[in-house]
């Protein structure tokens, strides 16, 4: 059955933001005298502001609390996040697709208030996307690797797929990746760390492994072919 709808995430896929969010991490854990982790990292990517934030807690044995995790945190990702730039081949595959009118959303473990400002200088592009799914920090719905999340946004298109199968997620983390899978979804795996740190029986799992969307080829997933190829 061929692709009809896209849902991407946001943050190492779209956006150049995890190394803003590990340089803002390491700056709230220096104080500490704690290190932010490639591993602490990994656990923490797809989830809400609130649950990152108990899991670097939790790792990292910091003397702070929920609250205080989230105000010193934003602190730093609203200085920070407004240079956020778009990955390589972004723009390039948003503009095809949606040219041949693929609906496309994003499903983000970001707040709004959050992808507001990381898309700031692309209002542009980012208009292309509805819906636009996003987790505020004390969000009741399960996060990844829950499927939930894409499960809404599916939902939520206009004309919905008639099948989840018919829906393509576009993921750097391995929480996405199970996320998708879960929700009986194809999964285009981008990594945004390095390859090895991944289970590799989630990643094999994972319809194309790509090292940017630059690679990505539409016709593999009855997709419309690049004009420029």
Known sequence: MSITHCIFDLDGLLLDTESIYTECLQKLCTPYGKNFTTETKLKMMGKSSLEAGRILIRELDLPMTDEEFLIKSNAFYMEAFPSSELLPGVQRLIEHLAAHNIPMGIATGSSYELYKLKTSNHTELFKIFDPVICTEPTELRLTKPAPDIFLACAKQFTN?????????????????????????????????LPINIYDPKIIKQASVTLDSLLKFDPIMFGLPSFNDV
């Open 160 to 192: 919905p797929p008639l099948s989840m199968s018919q829906c393509l997620v576009f993921e750097d983390a391995e929480n996405g990746v199970r996320a998708g899978l879960a929700a009986e979804m194809r999964v285009v795996f981008v990594p945004s």
